[in-house]
């Protein structure tokens, strides 16, 4: 009996039909882990800085106006009047700041940090420094009007490691991420019914013994 195309796929889905359900979890976990570990091998680490000022009111001020203010300068620290004399300290375009500058300030204290990420340690740590430096000048320029200066709490230093994820933590969430996909499909997947296994027919190959009666009766 010849082996025909259409035999070789019936047979093909009938393997694949064999395999346990857990399988499809397994290659899902394999999947996600060989991408989360390329994403994490091939992907530059990042390093972190921050540094930090903090509002102090004069004389003529209260603690609430220095909380206040502290709130504006958090997102003046960010804008082109202040990154573009930070950009002269840090070495950098105005545009790299930009991107690579964040502020978080507190509603419960008059303090601003200034946060920047680069690939070099180095840089992060002058990035920091230079918006702060030049937030606080910025401030100095109005403290008669606002009645609150900025002065700096903490300078940036240089990060002991990486604030990006290691290879083995991407493999471990790409992992993660791949079985629970697995797990979905395997929820999702249409179930066949007891009367519909029942009625399915399955394929046979017949023997030489009966191939040779039916060509006998022929």
């Known amino acids: 009996m010849t082996d025909t195309p259409t035999r070789r796929h019936a ?12 399988s499809v979890l397994v290659a899902g ?71 690579q500058v964040r502020t978080a300030t507190s509603p419960d204290a008059p303090m601003v940090a200034v946060t920047a990420t680069s690939s070099r340690p180095g840089l992060a740590v002058d990035m920091a420094n230079a918006v702060t430096r030049a937030l606080t000048q910025h401030a100095d320029h109005s403290k008669n009007n606002t009645q609150v200066r900025l002065v700096q709490f903490s300078r ?44 399915a027919p399955v394929p046979s190959v017949p023997g030489p013994a009966t191939a040779a009666d039916v060509h006998g009766q022929r």
């Open 11 to 22: 047979l093909s889905a009938v393997r694949v039909k064999k395999l346990p359900p857990w």
């Open 29 to 99: 976990a394999l999947a996600g882990g060989l991408l989360g570990g390329g994403y994490g091998l091939f992907t530059p680490d990042t390093y972190t800085a921050t540094s930090y000022v903090v509002a102090v009111p004069t004389a003529k001020s209260t603690p609430e106006a220095a909380r206040g203010f502290a709130q504006a300068y958090g997102r003046v620290a960010t804008q082109l009047a202040v990154l573009g004399d930070a950009q002269v300290w840090a070495g950098v375009p105005v545009r790299t700041l930009q991107d």
């Open 156 to 199: 940036a230093v240089k990060p002991s490691g990486p604030s990006s994820a290691s290879t083995a933590v991407t493999t471990a969430v790409g992992a993660s991420a791949g079985g629970l996909l697995g797990g979905l499909a395997l929820l999702a997947r249409p179930r066949r019914t007891r009367r519909e296994e029942d009625a």
